[in-house]
């Protein structure tokens, strides 16, 4: 191929993208606490540390169970939104839609400051609380402004688990536009005679969503579900504002910057991170493929 | 065969907001009978047929199916199947799991069910294909596992809205008799939707042709073409030369054609005196070439427009004295050239071929 200013251009432009990453696991394995070159020798200390460090186990826990929840939530509000969208006539469609894709070009500070205010006005009105008994126990669930659910005996308690809902319906908000962008595609390829067919061949509405309309959106479910699980782990600005002192791997992250000596280790689950985040989108592109080949339809290029 | 008509509509209306797409339409449908819905695009056929389906609800009037009233009815609750224009084949699923869709919730054994996809499958001669994935299939193939799909329901009424409208030309002529035989093989009720008049001719044992939301004329094939209702149905299906005409009770007189003394069936339902239209097929007229014994009504002219067809020609001719042309189609047979434009020539008619439209 000839080397044309083109393909220069592009070049470069990869080593502006890639090599700030790529620096990330060189420094990981660097056995020195300072972030220069030359390099030292080679290490897995960085690695070891994290695995002894509790507060980060803390904060990833935190921020996997927040992901998990907004890909869950967003997706689900992003199913139903497409499916009235491409199916339905209603009036104010356009500006209804217009409004939830709105947080696609708000500025996040703006978002993040908003919810705070919500949550302060909320704030006085908290807990909320109820609860009921069945036998010995005692169930109870709560607003705190995390959501809380409590299982107790009259000696102890036996069963305990928050989310923290003010970050999930936070980035809920954030991820709502991309869940829909994507299920919308999905379901604007449907023919909308599948859906007929399977009602007229005997089946129920509610079978022939689970039967026909469901198994062809699938691949776009799962787009939806990882970049929401991807958005929801990386945001930093909302978590910040919203995390009480619970916080999530990015605001945990941030903390220990002002600690120097910290740095390789950050550096260390940056490597982690980074690798998990390739691993789950070749995994995710595998199966948007697969479905792709199985309802026969061509290659429209992915993630990958 | 029972007594009540398998499918009855009653000035059935329908509305789309404002828009009025179905106009009082009212029609019975006997059972094992072939019938089309024909007309030109956006006067409803669609609507009516799934209307019949129970995809769409009416406004007002009536569809019985089988002497019980179907409003109301879900799809899934009509002894109705459907094959969609665009086949609607699952793409998720294999040929056979597309055909065994409908049984998914009978009460039949997995052996029985296995078996009735196989006859099913062997019955539009897709006995090999049924592990196939649907989506690999080719148009025809999509067209019959489609049917295949509809019918293992042993549906009362297959409703099919142009079904080979998306198929190539020999392969749908291939099809249109398939289909025939199909039908009368099976013994179920067709309701056929299609806007190729050729089609509907071919295949139906009645057809209502459709304008704007109405049905203007429901008959056989033959009495639709020998006999049409009105001008518009005339000229939709196939060709009509019209000409001006005056009528006193059955007398009728065509310009440039003369005098005729007409059957009760040439004339239009409602007494007509005075200015009306006479309509005559190319068919039924002919030129006499040179030597051609004259026959009782001639007339000499000249032609203006010769158009080759290999096995017919058409001549647009113009009678002395008129000042329009009339079409007429001529069979090419051996020793009969084709006439040449600027000719002169004599056309003949048959006064028993006329049809009297009112003006
Ligand atoms: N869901 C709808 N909302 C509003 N108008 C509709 C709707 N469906 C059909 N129409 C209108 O009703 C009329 C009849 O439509 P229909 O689909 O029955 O036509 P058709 O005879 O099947 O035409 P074609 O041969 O093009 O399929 C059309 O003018 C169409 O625009
Ligand atoms: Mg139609």
Redesign the pocket.
Known sequence: MKRSPLALFAGLYLIFLYAPIILLPLFAFNDGTIIAFPLRGFTLGWFADLANTPALHEATLNSLIIACSVAVLATCLGLFAARAVTRYKFPLKGGILGFIMLPLVLPEVIVAISLLVVLMLLLPDLPIETGFQIGEYVIVLSVTPDLVLEVSNFHRTVFSFALPLPIILGHTLLCLPFSIAILQGSFQGLDQSLEEAALDLGETRAGAFRLVILPLVTPGIIASLLICFIISLDEFIIAFFLSGNEPTLPVYLWGQLRFPARLPVVMALGTILVTLSIVLLIVADIFRRRGLRRTGQSETGGFL | MSSTPLIQMQDVHKY??A?H?LRGITAEIAEGEFFSLL????????????AIAGFEEISSGAILLNGADMAGVPPNRRPTNMVF?SYAIFPHLSVEQNVGFGLRRSALSVGEKTRAIGEALEMVGLGHLGGRAAHALSGGQRQRVALARALILKPKVLLL??PLSALDRKMREDMQVELMKLQREVGITFVL?T?DQEEALVMSDRIAV?FE?EIAQLADPEVLYRRPATKRVADFIGVMNFLPATASGRSVEAAGLGVADLAADQMPAGPVTGACTVGLRPETLSILHDGEASKAREASAQIEEVVYYGDMTYYDVRLDGMDTTMRISMRNMVGRDVLDVGARTRVAWDPRAMVVFPD
């Open positions: 789309y907001g828009y797409a007309g030109p695009s956006g006067c409803g056929k669609t609507t009516l047929l799934r224009q809205d142009e939707v806007h459709m939301g």
